[in-house]
């Protein structure tokens, strides 16, 4: 008999009417600005999957490595048949190492960018028989009410939050969304997060300024998207990537460097650039690991474990939520 495939999926509409709102507000500040979340639209999915292949960005490598080194352990930590909550899951590729050892009863991905969710959760409700696969649309820096999973009786909630995007918030902005994820997960339940270790600035740099321009390509797409769907005229051949440590902070910056003086023009309102003057449009925090536990104690969670790989690079940490 063929398996019953338990798929469904929740629209929350994340940036329906704000992305517009959004963009006008980041450019009218003192300091341009440009969230990261409009990143993703199908081009930008497209090009962040292939900056995980590049030579240059190792924390998509290293991390996977770690999956397979420290998967078994992990899954006997968090035990079986837990609901596993993934925020920001884009491709899942990542995911089915940990789904493979920890054979969770419930799987809910939640990202913002739906046509690549859709696919993915589609994906994995057919390699997984038996998996409730229940993916929702949203932007989880907003309050967040998951679906009900009807007929699922799951052992605990783990959240999980790889890729070290958790680097994008923050410190304020990651605390929060931490004391969220620790509401989600609630009592008994877990998290387990991967963190970007600080280390040799010119490595970093060189992570988000690759040699083939793909991460390039990735941050201009951010006005490309603009010009496609708010109707704005950019253009593009007017700005460059840049990618900067700024140590204070432990974070590289992703920027638009504006080439010369020009005028933008986005639904009606004019925008003026200086020649040099730049969009801010990512932070990717580096934390040690002595600094993430702390980011996480303060947000009510107990830090268990954390793996990291031989080269120091990447961390993964494993957080209880006190019951
Ligand atoms: C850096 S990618 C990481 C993808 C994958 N987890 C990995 O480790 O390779 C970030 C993912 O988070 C999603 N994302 C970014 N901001 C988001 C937000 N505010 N709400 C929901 N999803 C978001 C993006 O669409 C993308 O799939």
Redesign the pocket.
């Known amino acids: 008999m063929a398996s019953t495939v338990a798929f469904s999926f929740h629209d929350l509409g994340?940036d329906r009417g704000s992305f517009l709102e959004d963009v006008l507000a980041g450019l009218a500040s003192e300091r341009k600005v440009l969230?990261?979340?409009y990143?993703?639209d199908e081009a930008?999915?497209a090009l962040?999957?292939a900056i995980?292949e590049l030579p240059e960005y190792y924390?998509?490598r290293t991390?996977t490595a770690m999956m397979r080194e420290f998967g078994a352990e992990i899954a006997r930590e968090l035990g079986a048949g837990c609901a596993l909550i993934?925020?920001?899951?884009?491709?899942?590729?990542?995911?089915r190492i940990l789904i493979d050892v920890l054979a969770p009863v419930a799987y809910l991905p939640?990202?913002?960018?739906a046509a690549?969710?859709r696919a993915a959760a589609a994906a994995m409700a057919g390699a997984y028989p038996g998996l409730a696969v229940c993916a929702v649309?949203?932007?989880?820096?907003?309050p967040l009410v998951l679906p009900e999973m009807n007929g699922v009786n799951a052992a605990r909630r783990v959240v999980y939050?790889?890729?070290?995007?958790i680097g994008?918030l923050t410190p304020d902005e990651a605390g929060a969304f931490l004391e969220n994820a620790r509401v989600v997960a609630g009592a008994g339940g877990a998290m387990l997060v991967?963190v970007d270790l600080k280390k040799d600035p010119a490595r970093l740099v060189a992570a988000y300024d690759d040699a083939q321009g793909v991460t390039a390509r990735f941050n201009l797409n951010l006005l490309a998207r603009i010009n496609r769907e708010l109707g704005a005229d950019f253009d593009l051949a007017g700005f460059r990537h840049e990618a900067r440590y700024d140590a204070a902070h432990g974070r590289i910056e992703m920027h638009l460097v504006a080439g010369r003086d020009q005028r933008v023009s986005i639904a009606g309102r004019e925008f003026d650039f200086r020649a040099g003057e730049t969009i801010h449009t990512e932070n990717s925090y580096k934390y040690s690991v002595a600094e993430f536990q702390a980011l996480a104690r303060a947000a009510g969670f107990a830090p268990a474990r954390c793996w990291t790989d031989a080269g120091e690079l990447f961390a993964v940490h494993l957080l209880h939520v006190p019951g």
Request: charged share 20%; net charge negative; aromatic share 14%.
């Open positions: 994340p969230q990261p979340k990143f993703y930008g999915c962040f999957e995980c924390p998509t991390e993934e925020y920001g899951s884009g491709s899942g590729r990542k995911t939640i990202d913002i960018a690549q969710l649309c949203a932007d989880y820096c907003r939050f790889p890729g070290s995007t994008n991967g």
